[in-house]
């Protein structure tokens, strides 16, 4: 499969309508991302030996380096999992075996190819619903019998005659017409999961034991007999397409596909990288922290996972690690694993600058999303420019103070600002509210006075 063909500069571009400002990593990501379609079009015989330039993203919490990776696997349509790194520990230490990301993302590749190949045979689905709810609304007149004497004149005149052929097609323009809402129907449903309750103690390494143990019990198990359940017709005809759709996918194309794509396009975000860095200790939870990043190194080197769908090569997946590095540095981490990072980005710290372009630009900025929410209550929300630049520089200053969080920031800064309009809202319909200088001024200055009140509020 090949990866979509955005330019650098048009992936950099689309990252900037979400993100506000860090350009080096923006860039970073956009090279590793044209990289892929790059590597698709070289010769075969070199394409295998191309591999992918993992990137360690180094910035406080809340600068976008989640976002990041997030939009960019959106972008691309490739298949992408959040991993935090300190879930994971050695083996015989409780947590996850490192494996288990791989199985999870191809988990997620199966379940998007499963809802592109539903939207394929979408109208197909629901021509089939369509016409078994119509089969329930009218049965179909079935033909007696010929019986072994010929009937009498008179006995063939009292014979009920069939409806007419063109009932149907009526009853047909009624139901899309939606003439037929009201209407309910009984439908046969397989129960969503019939199983014995059986519970499974797992650790490290027995999620591969687990894998096919639903199908196993099944087997051994009878399965649940199908539920009978009335519904109205619009909801009956939506159940049945689901079923048509189900039934009209081929599953072994599907895994087949969700597997290469994750082989050639997944992404994997390593979260919290630098909670594992550092060497071996000789007491406390520090002792196994070297031993999870050599876990990790073979799955970022390349190798084959065992997952319920087959094996998965994660040769040319790409992993994009990120961490505060507040306390450890990234020369902490093994030597080998440092390699398998080539590409180091940092991410600065937001500005007050930075705040007010967050809340303005982004196309899903907050401003946006609290006019939006109150619109809903028929309360029209204005944010004065001086009113947006009071919020930055609180949001700035509460940052410098306590924990500096990044953008989240705002989200607790707007939240107090907001809170009297947001409970009162229900009892304002019609009203304009104006959110300048002097309005956050009021509802803040007293907090941001009392650090230690603040560092619990704010």
Not at 71 to 98: C, M, Q
Not at 451 to 458: F, G
Request: charged share 30%; glycine share 4%.
């Amino acid at each position: 499969m090949k990866s979509i063909n955005f330019t650098p500069r048009e992936i950099v571009s689309e990252l900037d309508r979400y993100i506000i400002g860090q350009n080096a990593a923006k860039r970073a990501v956009a090279i590793a991302l044209r990289n892929r379609w790059r590597r698709q079009n070289v010769p075969e015989d070199l394409r295998d030996e191309i591999a992918p330039k993992n990137i360690i993203m180094i910035g406080p919490t809340g600068v976008g380096k989640t976002e990041i990776a997030r939009r960019l696997a959106k972008l691309a349509n490739a298949p992408f999992i959040k991993v935090e790194a300190s879930k994971f520990t050695e083996v015989g230490y409780v947590g996850k075996d490192v494996e288990s990301m791989i199985r999870e993302l191809t988990e997620t590749s199966v379940n998007m190819v499963k809802e592109e190949e539903k939207v394929k045979v979408q109208a197909k689905a629901e021509e089939l619903a369509e016409e078994k709810l119509l089969d329930m609304l009218l049965p179909p007149v079935t033909t007696p019998a010929k019986p072994a004497v010929e009937p009498t004149t008179d006995e063939a005149l009292s014979t009920p005659a069939a409806p007419p052929v063109n009932t149907r097609e009526k009853l047909r323009e009624m139901l899309r017409a939606g003439k037929l809402n009201n209407r309910s129907v009984e439908l046969e449903a397989a129960p969503a999961s019939f199983m014995p309750m059986v519970e499974v103690v797992s650790g490290p390494n027995i999620e591969e034991l687990g894998m096919n143990i639903k199908e196993m019990m099944s087997n051994i198990f009878p399965r649940g007999g199908r539920k009978k359940s009335r519904m109205k017709v619009p909801e009956a005809l939506k159940f049945l397409a689901q079923e048509e759709a189900a039934k009209l996918i081929d599953m072994d194309s599907v895994v087949k596909l969700a597997v290469s794509r994750v082989e050639e396009n997944g992404i994997v975000f390593l979260d919290e990288i630098d909670k594992i860095a550092g060497r071996e200790s000789s007491h406390g939870p520090d002792v196994s922290r070297e031993g999870v990043q050599r876990d990790i190194l073979p799955i970022v080197e390349g190798s084959n996972v065992q997952t319920k769908y087959g094996m998965v090569r994660t040769d040319h997946i790409l992993f994009i690690a990120a961490g505060a590095f507040h306390v450890s540095k990234p020369s902490d981490l093994i030597p080998e694993l440092q390699g398998r990072f080539p590409i180091r980005v940092e991410l600065e710290s937001l500005t007050k600058e930075d705040f007010l372009r967050i809340l303005q630009e982004p196309a899903n900025s907050l401003m946006k999303q609290y006019e939006a929410l109150l619109q809903t209550e028929e309360v029209k929300l204005i944010f004065t420019p001086d009113g947006l630049k009071e919020i930055a520089e609180f949001s700035a200053i509460v940052n410098e103070r306590t924990e500096n969080i990044g953008a989240r920031r705002l989200h607790t800064v707007m939240e107090r600002v907001l809170d009297e309009i947001s409970f009162e809202a229900p009892d304002k319909k019609g009203a304009k509210l104006s959110i300048d200088s002097d309005y956050v001024k009021e509802k803040l200055t007293d907090l941001v006075k009392d650090q230690d009140l603040s560092r619990y509020i704010l």
